[in-house]
């Protein structure tokens, strides 16, 4: 029985949809709210909404420095909204509501950095080599953004696609996934509380085959930014083909955390815990790979079985609950195959590989001691509580393993070793190193990944580098 329904949001208007599906609350595993399945003429129309905003004398000749006031609201109102906001993604998703009340609150200064961007974006004189000729480059919007975001941090994800492409002067039609839509369509009605004229931002949700499909490869589609799975990133690449629109995608991992014996070990387990059990590990950056040097192993094992064993698992909604259900039927399904071929391949199980009594799409935290690089485990992106455990001799060693693998988004790197620490930040393979800290994200730097891990960076330029991240590859190093 549902007891909700939302619609999307185009051309300035809630439609009415055409076409329903039912959203599954994984706390429970019953459907509690009907959603939009947006057809392929719902893009369409959409995409047409977002053309003609685009070349309207209200958008197209509004001041940047108006843009960015919008923007600025925008994020205010993220901030006034954050408990409904925060509530309708854990009822959607089984993200634990202080995970998404903290992450929707750090969402609205997004908005408002970009805002303050919007009228920064200045253009150059270039003194060439003709007497009789001045020359000025200028920045000016590409067109059409489609943006497509998962389930997990949808807010977030969003914001670090809306945010740039309406400071340039873009407009947009952005995507929710059709698992756990609901706090994006609710975003929409604070999208039309700013002001931003109609057509500008248009939010629908729908499935890959016919409203992703048509969304990606549109005719009028400028940009596409996708985060995801390699498999869909795949399909969209091959979607715009028929476009020829400039793509970035932001895509999975297999991240390594690197455990020196010279490190904080408390400390390091706590990081390492948050990293793979926040989220119900349901995170691009998730730590899944934690790879310890084999002197402490035994010991940082210990600790890291009493944490895991002692995370509250139960209702998201509560706020003393510490590790909630996966968003899916079908993701649990997943995990429970990869662990069982894992342990059969010859992993040792130290806690967890089970599903906690209830009704849910629950799973408990996990480690396996891998032995090997070969088992799944260590191989497949789990998208879950699984935290795969090998040992390593020498800062050589933990530097092949670390980037023995397709992926490449993130890493950390725990040690009291300053060299040892600038080593590892230098070689290792991601978008992002973190040292003695993990999953801290800021909007003042760019982000992505190598490999299967994605194509390109979201996010803004940095100060000392004037090559836009869409040409070339940036990475970061926080120390922490």
Request: glycine content about 10%; charged content about 20%.
């Amino acid at each position: 029985m549902t007891d909700a329904v939302f619609r999307n949001f185009i051309d300035g208007r809630f439609d009415e949809p055409s076409a329903t599906f039912d959203s599954v609350d994984p706390s429970a595993g019953t459907a509690w709210a009907r959603m939009p399945a947006a057809s392929e003429a719902d893009v369409d129309r959409a995409v047409g909404a977002a053309h003609r905003a685009l070349r309207s004398d209200l958008w197209r000749r509004m001041t940047a420095t108006a843009r960015g006031k919008l923007l600025v609201k925008l994020g205010d109102l993220v901030a006034a909204n954050v408990g409904r906001l925060a509530e309708l993604e854990t009822r959607d998703t089984g993200k634990i509501i202080r995970e998404t009340r903290a992450q929707i609150a750090y969402v609205g200064d997004y908005y408002r950095y970009y805002g303050g961007l919007a009228d920064k974006h200045e253009g150059t004189h270039v003194p060439v080599d003709k007497a009789d000729l001045d020359v000025t480059i200028r920045s000016e919007p590409i067109g059409v953004v489609a943006a497509v975001v998962p389930w997990n941090s949808q807010l977030f994800l969003s914001a670090v696609k809306l945010g740039p492409a309406l400071a340039a002067g873009c407009t947009i039609v952005l995507k929710a996934s059709e698992d756990g839509p609901a706090p994006l369509l609710a975003f929409a009605e604070l999208v039309h509380e700013a002001g931003f004229p109609a057509g500008v931002v248009n939010i629908l949700t729908g499935f890959g085959h016919d409203c992703g499909r048509r969304l990606t490869s549109h005719p009028l589609v400028s940009r596409v930014a996708f985060t995801g799975g390699p498999s869909t990133a795949r399909a969209v690449v091959r979607n715009t083909a028929e476009n020829l629109a400039y793509t970035t995608l932001e895509l999975g991992g297999k991240s390594p955390v690197v455990v020196f014996a010279d490190a904080d070990l408390d400390s390091a387990a706590n990081a390492v815990v948050a990293g793979i059990f926040a989220a119900t590990g349901q995170s691009c950056v998730a730590g899944s790979r934690l790879l310890v040097e084999r002197s402490v192993k035994d010991e940082f094992l210990a600790r890291l079985k009493r944490k895991a064993e002692a995370i509250r698992i139960g209702d998201p909604q509560d706020p003393a609950t510490e590790m909630g259900p996966l968003a899916t039927l079908r993701q649990r399904d997943w995990i429970e195959k990869v662990v069982a071929e894992s342990l059969t391949a010859g992993g040792m199980l130290v806690t967890g590989g089970t599903r906690p009594v209830g009704s849910g799409f629950y799973y408990a935290p996990t480690i396996i001691d891998a032995g090997g690089s070969d088992l799944p485990c260590v191989r497949e992106e789990l998208f879950g509580p699984v935290l795969s455990v090998l040992a390593f001799d020498s800062e050589a060693q933990a530097l092949a393993l670390a980037n023995d693998t397709p992926f490449g988004l993130a890493s950390g790197v725990f040690t009291s070793n300053l060299g040892k620490a600038h080593r590892m930040a230098r070689d290792i393979h991601a978008g992002v190193v973190w040292v003695n800290t993990y999953r801290a994200v800021s909007p003042l730097v760019p982000f992505g990944g190598y490999g299967l891990s994605g194509l390109g960076r979201e996010g803004p330029r940095t100060s000392r580098s004037p090559i836009p991240s869409s040409c070339a590859e940036l990475r970061r190093t926080q120390v922490h």
